[in-house]
């Protein structure tokens, strides 16, 4: 054993004396909340309940509505809770006023138990009973989520109050310990940084900084006369390189440069925190001045994990826990052996890391005196005594608020404890001993996490090698592509690099593709920048009827090779098509960026869908492409299989210009059509680039044509082609309904029946039920109304709201729309852009004219770009449900709210049109969850998250009624559209004699002959 962990020993030994002194159970509130955390640590449905209905509570006001929830949270409960709580429920609506108090009482107890106080006042008196105890204190302010600059404006404000009270109410206060008293203030605030500023974009950290300085300046100026201590406490990964950045200009910054009294968090459970601690560490010494780090394992572990396998990241944070304890003590030796530039101060809870620290520092001769441990407010309190006992300088993190907002806070705070792997489980609550808890954190790594970390394949290159996804479970999943993380200041760059690279590229020309030839004629398309109306990005031929006879002839010869080429190899192709876009994927984002209008991320979200669809449907193709015994019976084999259908028309819109031209394309291909391929107009460079992609692929000849033209000329003649026989098309209902129309005529000659794959528009409602969460449902709704100006199928463009919440919902609404980054997308963390042309432009500005007289304009930005089409954000309130602006679709940056009085209304009003495309509801009653899934008619019906944003695989897209013809894009049963079924039954049995075996399948019926 080494000295040192024969030290860290001896002394973890002495704090578990020292605690057991004072012996504690996990939770010092004994009673109702002692039984919660028992039952929740034993059951982990009861557990995901519990924190649920702690989170609903706070926002619930009538006491009915309090044990209607309790009701609907727990009597399904197959634990000794559920008797009690069915007898509770029962008592409770007789005398539902008292029962609904006596509940909020108890979880309030709760909610107490971690938060020091409502208000400056009156978190003064736990401050003063932890003087005495010789215990420090960090305060932070609890708050709502900020959803607007008002909002976070209010929060600055609230941070110089509590300063000046805090500075007021402890004068001469003086340090505990005495020595090393110059470098920690007794004044000390925890600010965070993401509540100063409610437009944080991790792809534009620039913007953040700048609107954060001057937020700050004042509050870093008044806590330095003060004497005040400022900490910048680290939130989720989203945000922690731009509050790095942040703190460096700061701090770098003259005024403060020579001000020592300021700290930032480090999170050892991330991967690159040696990095960044290593660089703030240089950063100091450059600096010249001394500086804080507030060393932790990180609160946000299961959110980062969540998060990054939802978008298919490398997650930052270790996976297994001892990875963030070894990493915890890596960062203290960093610390410490720099303690002449930082000082080290250590935020934890676990005996072993704080023991190590203190082993640590005396093995490198640092006097205790210089560096301090830090604990949460409400937890491991004989953990402090046995610090304070010890002569260590302890400091408690203090949150104060009211309760309702704290709750977010509150429930990380029971996560944190009933956890698994949590030291304060173990030790308060199962009793491990102690040579078990002080054991070397190496020693417990498990073997993988020594190099082979599963998820630090890059997630750039993670999904295609030899044309297969790595990471391709076997059997019908689908692991999606992963989407570009602009957290990373290389990939910031790549952007850049890439706009600027598009930029020097624009102007080109693009001719037509039939039958492998490049075709130019006459006429060309002339495609802009909508942000700059003067720019043009490029000139694509546009073909006549001419063309689009020979485009039919091509695909049609074509056909006859392609139907029969093996479904693998149709595979293939698409894989190398996704491949290319992935090697192409910045310079394809940026080109949407100019071509359409997309800000970064949505530009980075249609590539990633197209790749999505192409190997979606490659994979789909190899299930659904062998021919499948229908039944197993003696004496007869039937074998069912796909043909393909023939010439296909593809026909797509301009708002998604990658992603749904290439989800048809892919899927007529891989099914073994031949395609001609119309983008629209506006988007017609990105269509170029398509072709460009599936010819470096190595499509054959007319098996794809790239056609771009007048609609209303050029497609209007192809749909009506006798030899045209699936139309696959996404756009307006108007031409939606021409298409149906059309293709139920059957023309001479005509020898198929037209099959049409339509997807139209839709008229998207939101719900906000009474107790749904603002903080979500806020930003979610704003997301969902104007991401992408609007322009989205999916978009919401109407907002129902429950008349119990309807001011409070309005207030945070309005405020938040008022805070909306508008302007040219170039720009990274741009989120409303320009609207697509002249055409949209003057439409939508019609529409907000009719919408003035038909109810209350209640917000329209003013700010926004003179040139380019840019609309401004506009809402509407008083909106009647009958009126234009209700019913018919804007496609743009404008939402009406209605105003409802109960939930029968709200999902009434919801169904009351004409579409059924996609819809939204936000609620925490599991009954009301139940009966929107059941009634809300749309065709994706999205609860508790944005309505827009469909993921291929996880969320096949698409609706019916006047939505479209009720097909699923990126669904398992997409391709089924372009193809024909066929089953061919043999009789096997000669003379009472047949095989007992028949073969899985034949590969004879692969081809349509
Ligand atoms: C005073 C103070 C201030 C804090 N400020 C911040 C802050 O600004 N930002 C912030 O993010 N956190 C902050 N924390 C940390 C956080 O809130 C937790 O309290 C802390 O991470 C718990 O660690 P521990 O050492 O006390 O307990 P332990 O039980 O030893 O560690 C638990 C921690 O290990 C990590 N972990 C759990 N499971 C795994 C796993 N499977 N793989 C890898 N790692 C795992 C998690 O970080 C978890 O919180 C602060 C903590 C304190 C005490």
């Given amino acids: 054993m080494s000295l040192l962990q024969a030290e860290v020993e001896r002394r973890g030994e002495r704090m578990f004396e020292l605690v057991d002194q004072h012996p504690e159970s996990l939770f010092s509130k004994a009673g109702f909340y002692q039984r919660m955390m028992a039952l929740s640590m034993r059951d982990e449905h009861f557990k995901v309940q519990l924190f649920r209905f702690v989170d609903v509570l706070a926002s619930l006001r009538r006491s009915g509505d309090i044990v209607q929830h309790l009701d609907e949270y727990f009597t399904d409960m197959r634990n000794g809770f559920a008797p009690l709580v069915r007898t509770g429920v029962r008592v409770a609506k007789i005398v539902p006023w008292i029962s609904g108090q006596l509940l909020r009482w108890n979880v309030s107890g709760m909610a107490r138990q971690f938060i020091a106080g409502k208000n400056p006042d009156d978190v003064m008196k736990t401050l003063r009973k932890r003087r005495d105890q010789k215990i420090g204190f960090t305060v932070d302010l609890l708050g709502e989520a900020v959803v607007s600059e008002k909002e976070a404006d209010e929060y600055a404000a609230r941070c110089l109050e509590l300063l000046e009270h805090l500075a007021d109410e402890t004068q001469g206060w003086t340090d505990p310990l005495g020595d090393g008293a110059e470098l920690f203030p007794v004044v000390n605030l925890s600010v965070k940084i993401s509540a100063l500023y409610s437009q944080m974009n991790p792809a534009d950290p620039a913007d953040a900084i700048a609107h954060l300085a001057p937020k700050l300046r004042p509050i870093l100026r008044r806590a330095r006369e003060l004497g005040a201590f400022i900490n910048f406490d680290m939130e989720s990964y989203a945000h922690k390189n731009t509050t790095l950045e942040l703190f460096k200009a700061l701090f770098t910054d003259p005024e403060f440069r020579d001000w020592p009294h300021a700290g930032i968090v480090i999170q050892a459970y991330l991967r690159d925190a040696e990095k960044d601690l290593l660089d703030l560490i240089d950063w100091g010494r450059a600096r010249g001045t001394r500086f804080t780090v507030r060393l932790v394992k990180g609160a946000y572990w299961d959110y980062e994990k969540i998060k990054s396998r939802q978008n298919g990241w490398s997650v930052p944070v270790y996976l297994q826990k001892p990875e963030s304890d070894v990493n915890f003590e890596t960062l203290t030796r960093i610390l410490l052996e720099n303690e002449s530039i930082v000082t080290a101060a250590f935020g934890s809870h676990n005996v072993r890391s704080i023991a190590h620290a203190q082993a640590l520092?005396?093995?490198?001769?640092?006097?205790?005196?210089?560096?301090?441990?830090?604990?949460?407010?409400?937890?491991?309190?004989?953990?402090?005594?046995?610090?304070?006992?010890?002569?260590?300088?302890?400091?408690?993190?203090?949150?104060?608020?009211?309760?309702?907002?704290?709750?977010?806070?509150?429930?990380?705070?029971?996560?944190?404890?009933?956890?698994?792997?949590?030291?304060?489980?173990?030790?308060?609550?199962?009793?491990?001993?102690?040579?078990?808890?002080?054991?070397?954190?190496?020693?417990?790594?498990?073997?993988?996490?020594?190099?082979?970390?599963?998820?630090?394949?890059?997630?750039?290159?993670?999904?295609?090698?030899?044309?297969?996804?790595?990471?391709?479970?076997?059997?019908?999943?689908?692991?999606?592509?992963?989407?570009?993380?602009?957290?990373?200041?290389?990939?910031?760059?790549?952007?850049h690099a890439a706009l600027l690279h598009v930029r020097s590229q624009l102007g080109q020309k693009y001719p037509l593709v039939i039958d492998g030839e490049k075709v130019w004629t006459d006429k060309t398309i002339a495609s802009i920048n909508p942000s700059a109306p003067d720019e043009v990005v490029g000139h694509v031929a546009e073909a006549g009827i001419p063309e689009a006879e020979r485009a039919v002839r091509a695909a049609r010869q074509a056909f006859e090779k392609w139907s029969r080429t093996p479904f693998e190899t149709r595979a293939r192709l698409l894989e190398r098509a996704a491949d290319i876009m992935q090697r192409r994927r910045y310079d394809l984002s940026a080109l949407e960026v100019y071509e359409v209008g997309k800000a970064w991320a949505e530009a980075d979200g249609d590539i990633r869908e197209a790749m999505d669809f192409c190997l979606f449907y490659a994979q789909q193709m190899r299930l659904i492409g062998r021919p499948r015994l229908t039944q197993h019976v003696l004496g007869e084999e039937s074998y069912q299989h796909y043909w393909p259908r023939g010439v296909a028309l593809v026909i797509a819109p301009w708002n998604f210009p990658m992603a749904i031209l290439t989800g048809m394309?892919?899927?007529?291909?891989?099914?073994?059509?031949?395609?001609?391929?119309?983008?629209?107009?506006?988007?017609?460079?990105?269509?170029?680039?398509?072709?460009?992609?599936?010819e470096e692929a190595g499509i054959p000849p007319g098996v794809l044509n790239f056609l771009p033209g007048k609609g209303s000329v050029m497609g209007a003649h192809l749909v009506d082609h006798k030899d045209v026989d699936v139309i696959a098309f996404t756009g307006s209902r108007e031409v939606g309904l021409r298409i149906w129309e059309s293709a139920g005529k059957t023309r001479e000659g005509q020898r198929e029946l037209k099959r049409v794959i339509c997807e139209m528009?839709?008229?998207?409602?939101?719900?906000?039920?009474?107790?749904?969460?603002?903080?979500?449902?806020?930003?979610?709704?704003?997301?969902?109304?104007?991401?992408?100006?609007?322009?989205?199928?999916?978009?919401?463009?109407?907002?129902?709201?429950?008349?119990?919440?309807?001011?409070?919902?309005?207030?945070?609404?309005?405020?938040?729309?008022?805070?909306?980054?508008?302007?040219?997308?170039?720009?990274?963390?741009?989120?409303?852009?320009?609207?697509?042309?002249?055409?949209?432009?003057?439409?939508?500005?019609?529409?907000?004219?009719?919408?003035?007289?038909?109810?209350?304009?209640?917000?329209?930005?003013?700010?926004?770009?003179?040139?380019?089409?840019?609309?401004?954000?506009?809402?509407?309130?008083?909106?009647?449900?009958?009126?234009?602006?209700?019913?018919?679709?804007?496609?743009?940056?404008?939402?009406?709210?209605?105003?409802?009085?109960?939930?029968?209304?709200?999902?009434?009003?919801?169904?009351?049109?004409?579409?059924?495309?996609?819809?939204?509801?936000?609620?925490?009653?599991?009954?009301?969850?139940?009966?929107?899934?059941?009634?809300?008619?749309?065709?994706?019906?999205?609860?508790?998250?944005?309505?827009?944003?469909?993921?291929?695989g996880r969320h096949p897209f698409g609706g019916f009624k006047m939505s479209g013809g009720g097909t699923k894009a990126g669904g398992g049963d997409y391709l089924l559209n372009f193809l024909v079924p066929r089953v061919v039954t043999e009789n096997i049995m000669r003379h009472g004699f047949a095989p007992e075996e028949t073969p899985p399948y034949r590969d004879e019926f692969l081809v349509r002959r």
Avoid: W
């Fill in 761 to 952: 528009g839709g008229k998207n409602a939101i719900i906000i039920d009474s107790d749904a969460d603002l903080d979500e449902a806020i930003v979610d709704t704003i997301y969902s109304a104007f991401g992408y100006q609007g322009q989205k199928c999916s978009a919401c463009s109407r907002l129902i709201v429950l008349e119990e919440n309807y001011p409070r919902v309005m207030e945070r609404l309005l405020s938040a729309a008022a805070s909306l980054r508008v302007g040219n997308p170039e720009e990274p963390g741009i989120t409303v852009g320009p609207v697509i042309d002249k055409t949209a432009y003057e439409r939508i500005k019609e529409y907000i004219e009719i919408g003035k007289g038909e109810a209350r304009l209640a917000f329209q930005r003013q700010d926004v770009p003179e040139k380019g089409f840019f609309i401004p954000p506009t809402i509407f309130t008083n909106v009647h449900p009958d009126t234009r602006i209700a019913c018919e679709e804007i496609f743009g940056p404008v939402l009406s709210v209605i105003r409802v009085r109960d939930l029968d209304d709200a999902i009434y009003v919801a169904n009351n049109t004409d579409y059924a495309l996609t819809s939204g509801f936000f609620s925490r009653s599991p009954a009301n969850i139940e009966r929107a899934k059941a009634e809300i008619v749309a065709g994706n019906v999205y609860i508790n998250r944005s309505c827009t944003g469909a993921v291929v």
């Fill in 665 to 694: 394309v892919s899927a007529a291909l891989v099914t073994g059509n031949t395609v001609i391929m119309k983008p629209a107009e506006p988007a017609a460079v990105i269509g170029a680039m398509l072709m460009e992609i599936f």
């Fill in 361 to 495: 520092a005396d093995e490198l001769g640092i006097d205790r005196s210089r560096f301090e441990f830090q604990l949460l407010y409400g937890m491991a309190g004989p953990v402090k005594r046995a610090l304070v006992e010890m002569d260590y300088r302890v400091r408690e993190y203090c949150p104060v608020g009211e309760l309702l907002p704290g709750m977010s806070y509150l429930v990380r705070r029971l996560l944190e404890n009933t956890s698994n792997e949590g030291f304060l489980r173990a030790k308060f609550s199962e009793n491990v001993s102690a040579q078990e808890l002080l054991r070397d954190p190496t020693d417990l790594l498990p073997e993988s996490a020594n190099g082979a970390k599963d998820f630090e394949i890059s997630g750039e290159d993670r999904h295609l090698r030899d044309g297969a996804p790595l990471d391709m479970p076997p059997g019908d999943t689908y692991e999606n592509a992963p989407l570009v993380n602009f957290v990373y200041p290389e990939n910031q760059e790549r952007m």
